[in-house]
């Protein structure tokens, strides 16, 4: 049963856990900080929403933690603001989103292509770069991350320690099993049954999944994927310890980001020596009609 995750209420304070197979992860938050992480703010309240931060002028999230209205259509009374961490230069910061592009292939009822391009800070310059991994390619890295990043003060800009697991684990057979999508989307695609341990100040509450995928290799952090949906066998998220998180995999959305904000942006080259510039901006992930009737039963 495929379920949509998404919380509209703060996260409190979430720490790392151990990694697959009972081993403690070797990224530090040190390392973290190497990267310029965010989250969604909508109408001052914090979101679940993570951002995969492209550069000081635009990011990523999920189509799905964009409100719209029936027609799909923007809900042009909900205020979006941008709050960036203190990675890289050791400055928080906080920015009113401008532009936002849902993608026009986004499916609200399988989230096939759920991605959408924020766009703020326009005037200022450009003063910093993530790398958006171009491939899920598991040798390229040394390690691979989940992460949730959260404010632990919206006002104050503080932000709380990031919560990430490492996993290796090849669970192509269970996610296939719940998400006919994934079984004809693999490639696109990334899947684990790791969670975040509930929010400090409410134990009772549900795990939730991690919201972005990263990868570590020779010490450099790079964004591969952002989360797209959850799926259990039986039963509900809290009842059932069989859930799996699906996420976006970024790489073969270069062409179609690319064509959003006008720009190039760091792709990693000299590390995947993969050329972006000629992938298609209407990109789809290849999924047939009949895979979605299937999916949408």
């Known amino acids: 049963m495929m379920v949509n995750c998404r919380l509209v209420v703060a996260v409190a304070v979430l720490v790392g856990i151990a990694g697959v197979h009972g081993l403690v992860s070797r990224a530090t938050s040190d390392q973290l900080r190497q990267l310029k992480s965010g989250v969604l703010v909508k109408d001052g309240k914090q979101t679940s929403c993570n951002l995969a931060v492209i550069d000081s002028q635009a990011a990523l999230t999920s189509a799905d933690c964009i409100n719209v209205d029936e027609s799909g259509a923007l809900n042009a009374t909900t205020a979006y603001a941008v709050y960036l961490d203190d990675g890289l230069d050791g400055k928080p910061a906080k920015y009113d989103v401008e532009s936002i592009d849902i993608n026009p292939q986004f499916n609200a009822t399988n989230l096939i292509n759920n991605l959408a391009v924020l766009q703020f800070n326009s ?96 010490g450099n952090i790079s964004i591969i994927g952002i989360y797209m949906m959850s799926a259990v066998k039986d039963g509900d998220l809290c009842e059932n310890d069989a859930q799996y998180s699906y996420y976006t995999a970024l790489g073969q959305y270069c062409g179609y980001i690319r064509s959003v904000i006008g720009r190039d942006f760091d792709t990693g080259y000299d590390m995947f020596h993969r050329n972006t510039s000629i992938q298609l901006a209407n990109y789809s992930m290849p999924v047939d009609s009949f895979t979605l009737d299937v999916a949408n039963v």
């Open 123 to 218: 005037k200022g310059p450009v003063s910093f770069q993530n790398v958006i991994a171009p491939t899920t390619d598991f040798s390229n890295w040394d390690e691979l991350l989940y992460v949730r990043y959260s404010l632990k003060d919206v006002e104050a800009m503080e932000w709380d320690a990031p919560a990430y697991a490492s996993d290796w684990v090849n669970y192509e057979y269970n996610c296939q099993d719940l998400s006919v999508v994934y079984m004809v989307a693999v490639d696109d695609m990334m899947c684990t049954n790791k969670l975040t341990p509930p929010p400090a100040d409410n134990l009772d509450a549900c795990p939730v999944p991690y919201e972005l995928v990263l990868g570590l290799a020779s």
